[in-house]
Each structure stands twice: as structure tokens, then as C-alpha cells.
């Protein structure tokens, strides 16, 4: 394998060509095409679903999940609804399990445990991401690099659900991880990411809230992973509300960059205002 850069910001498949709008890759609320097109991964692939009264909104996104997907994880938040049976209607060889605690980030870290896939993919339940993206992840893996991560704001990409708070919260953030990090990264509060299982323990997680995914990225910069941003364009929420909370957990990202900056080894015990 040819030996490749820290910290690349990948833009596939311009070539030098106008991209099309973020907007028409969808007709009304639904992809163009099926998921399944494109080739499969030489490794395999695990996709880490966290889930909390999602089963509205079930259907859609495992309809969407393409064929280079080996194993489905559908990580249950304790959900009062019908997410589970729905699951396991829509896809009979979906594994659920039960998060061991309160909060997104405990509840990938029990998907990641529980993968056995050589790439784990984590992709949010309520339709905001496109499953069919997934292709254009393993594509980076399979060609070298260590962790990728959706950008919504690279040529490609985009946002139909950003409101004015979150995308001047998203700037702030990324202005501070590019500073403190050395980085040249261009999106940040966004977990469509995909990773090669053998670093897991090298992104050494430990946040229980949404701050994980900044916790991701500062853990695979510290540690030296070779990093692609895709281009993604971010869906509005199909159904139900979100679980986010833009102040309070944009403070928690803040924190989790500041303290995990290189030169420093944050705690592995969280604050009482972390649990």
C-alpha cells in the first residue's frame, strides 16, 4: 500500500465537472436510485444503528441500506414504541441490543463493542442520512484510509435541515478543531462516519452524549489516522423529534475539543454533568 497523508479532505468524483444540487439527488423525500449499486467492499462491513422510538422512521432508512452491508446493529435507547419488531419485520437479520446507559454516545459504544464486521459504519435512525451513501465511505477504506466522515460541506454535499444556530454553531466548532488539531477539515457536528474496527481501540471513546462524534474526530487526529471527508447532503428528520439540544450539547463538543486537545489527557472519569 502506498504510503498516504495525514488529515486528507477528500473531494470524489468532481473531476473537474460541475456537481449536481445537494437537492436533486432526492425526488420528493426519496433517493433516485436503490442503495445497492455500486461495488462491494473487499472487507466486511458492520452498520451501527442507535435508536430511540424511531419506528416510524425504520422503514425507509433499512429499505435504503445497500448489499456491501454484511451486519445490521440496531442499538435500542429503551424505546417505548414499536422499533424493534419493526426492525426485525423490515429486516429479519437485523441484531438488536440494548444500550447499557442514557445518551448517544453510549449507545454507539455498545454498537461498536458488539460489531464483528472489519469496517463499522454508524448512520443515525431517523432519516436524516441516505444509507446509499454508504459505497462512497468503504470506497476511502478500501483505498488506504482510516476513518471517513460525511461532509456537508464540500462540492456534493449539503444541508436541508440546518437551521441558523446549528450551522453557525458547526463554524465555530470546526474553526476551533482545524485550530487546535492542525486540521484543514471542513464539517464537524455531523456522525455519518465509517472506520476500520481495528482502531477502536486507538479512538479510546468514552463521551456518553452527541459530543462523541467530535470525540471521534479529535481521538483519530491525536492519533495520527489517514482521514477522508465524503461529500453528504443531510435529509430532514422524516418523522417524529430530535434528540438534540444545539446549546447545551454545542458547550459539550467545546469542552470535549478543549480537553482532548493534543498535549493533554483528559480524564477517563466524566463529569456529573456528563452523566
Known amino acids: 500500500m502506498s504510503t498516504l497523508p495525514n488529515h486528507v479532505v477528500s473531494h470524489p468524483e ?10 436533486d439527488r432526492v425526488t420528493g423525500r426519496r433517493p433516485m436510485r436503490r ?24 422503514p425507509w432508512v433499512f429499505e435504503q441500506i445497500p448489499r456491501c452491508v454484511d451486519e445490521v446493529i440496531l442499538v435500542d435507547g429503551s424505546s417505548s414504541d414499536a422499533t424493534i ?31 464483528s464486521g472489519e469496517y463499522i459504519v454508524m448512520l443515525d435512525a431517523d432519516g436524516s442520512m441516505w444509507p446509499g451513501e454508504i459505497p462512497h465511505f468503504l470506497h476511502f477504506l478500501d483505498h488506504g484510509y482510516d476513518f471517513v ?17 446549528r450551522s453557525l454553531g458547526n463554524r465555530v466548532l470546526l474553526t476551533v478543531v482545524n485550530r487546535l488539531y492542525d486540521a484543514h477539515l471542513t464539517d464537524l457536528c455531523y456522525g455519518y ?10 479512538l479510546d ?23 477522508a471527508e465524503v461529500p453528504s447532503l443531510e435529509l430532514p428528520r422524516r418523522s417524529g423529534r430530535s434528540h438534540l439540544h444545539a446549546v447545551s450539547d454545542g458547550r459539550r463538543v467545546l469542552r470535549t475539543l478543549i480537553s482532548e486537545r493534543p498535549g493533554t489527557r483528559a480524564s477517563a472519569t466524566p463529569s456529573a454533568e456528563e452523566r
Open 205 to 227: 471513546l468514552r463521551s456518553t452524549g452527541f459530543e462523541i462524534e467530535a470525540e471521534m474526530i479529535a481521538h483519530a487526529l491525536r492519533s495520527g489516522l489517514r482521514i
Open 35 to 58: 442503495a445497492g449499486d455500486g461495488v462491494p467492499s473487499k472487507h466486511s462491513v458492520t452498520l451501527v444503528v442507535p435508536a430511540q422510538n424511531e419506528a416510524r422512521n425504520i
Open 193 to 202: 462516519c465509517a472506520f476500520r474496527r481495528s482502531f477502536l481501540d486507538a
Open 85 to 115: 419488531p419493526m426492525a426485525r419485520h423490515c429486516l429479519p437479520t437485523v441484531r438488536s441490543v440494548a444500550q447499557s446507559g442514557p445518551g448517544k454516545g453510549n449507545a454507539l459504544r455498545t454498537g461498536f463493542a458488539a460489531a
Open 14 to 23: 468532481q473531476n473537474g465537472r460541475p456537481n449536481r444540487r445537494a437537492e
Open 149 to 165: 466522515k460525511g461532509s456537508r460541506c464540500i462540492a456534493g454535499g449539503g444541508s436541508l435541515d440546518f437551521t441558523r444556530i
